[in-house]
C-alpha cells in the first residue's frame, strides 16, 4: 500500500514564524502535490513537483514555497505564517501524471 | 479563472434512500477523478473517467462524464450509513493539475 506521511497532525504556530510542513512518500512516486482545504472551497493546489528539484505553482502560491531536495519527500514552507493561513493542510503524492493521488492524514494548522 | 462547481453543498438522506451529486466545469477537463473523504480522514480515491459519456459501476456508486466532458455526476443507490463522507470530484484541466470540486457532505440517518 501506498504511504504518504506527513510530520504532524495538529500544529499550532504564532504570527510571523517561519513553518514546515513535511511529507514523505513511499512508492516512488514522481508528483508530489500540497493542497489547503478550506470549508466551503474544497482543496486548492499550492504547489506541485514532477521531479526532484522542480517546482510549479498552484492555484494559491502566495505566501507559501516548498523544496524537494529527495524524490520522496516534499516540504511545504510558510515564510512569516499569518492567520489566513489557518487551515488543512494534505500532500498527496501520484505515479504519472494522470493516475490517482494518495493524500496524507492532514496537518490542521493553526496560526495565533 | 478555471472552475469546478459541486452540488449541492450538503445532502442529508434516510438510508436507503438514493442520492446524486453534480460536478460542472467552466472549461473541458482532460478527465475526471472521484475523491470520498471520511469525516476526520483523508481524501480516497474512488475512479477516473477519461472518454465522453463514460459511465462506470462500482456497486452501489454510478459515475458519468459528460458528452463534452464539462460535468459529471456520481450516483448512490440506496444509500448506507457507511456511504457518509463528502464527495470530491477532480477535474483535470492540464499538466499535472486537477481543480477539486467544493465537495457534497453526504448525511445517511439510520
Known amino acids: 500500500d501506498v504511504k504518504v506521511t506527513q510530520s504532524s497532525r495538529y500544529l499550532v504556530k504564532r504570527t510571523g514564524e517561519k513553518v514546515f510542513l513535511e511529507c514523505v512518500q513511499d512508492m516512488d512516486h514522481e508528483n508530489m502535490f500540497w493542497y489547503r482545504q478550506d470549508p466551503g472551497l474544497g482543496l486548492r493546489l499550492i504547489y506541485f513537483?514532477?521531479?526532484?528539484?522542480?517546482?510549479e505553482k498552484g492555484d494559491i502560491p502566495e505566501g507559501y514555497s516548498v523544496s524537494r531536495e529527495k524524490k520522496e519527500r516534499f516540504s511545504l514552507i510558510l515564510e512569516s505564517a499569518s492567520t489566513n493561513q489557518t487551515s488543512m493542510y494534505l500532500c498527496?503524492?501520484?505515479?504519472?501524471?494522470?493516475?490517482?493521488?494518495?493524500f496524507g492524514q492532514g496537518t490542521r494548522l493553526t496560526v495565533v | 479563472g478555471q472552475q469546478v462547481m459541486q452540488i449541492p453543498q450538503y445532502q442529508h438522506v434516510q438510508e436507503g434512500e438514493d442520492f446524486t451529486t453534480y460536478c460542472n466545469s467552466s472549461t473541458t477537463l482532460s478527465n475526471i477523478q472521484w475523491y470520498k473523504q471520511r469525516p476526520g480522514g483523508h481524501p480516497v480515491f474512488l475512479i477516473q473517467?477519461?472518454?465522453?459519456?463514460e459511465v462506470k459501476k462500482q456497486k452501489r456508486l454510478t459515475f458519468q462524464f459528460g458528452e463534452a466532458k464539462k460535468n459529471s455526476s456520481l450516483h448512490i443507490t440506496a444509500t448506507q450509513t457507511t456511504d457518509v463522507g463528502t464527495y470530491f470530484c477532480a477535474g483535470r484541466t492540464g499538466t499535472y493539475k486537477y481543480i477539486f470540486g467544493t465537495g457534497t457532505r453526504l448525511k445517511v440517518l439510520a
Open positions: 498527496a503524492s501520484s505515479l504519472l501524471e494522470d493516475t490517482e493521488a494518495f
Open positions: 473517467l477519461v472518454k465522453s459519456g
Open positions: 513537483s514532477y521531479d526532484v528539484k522542480m517546482k
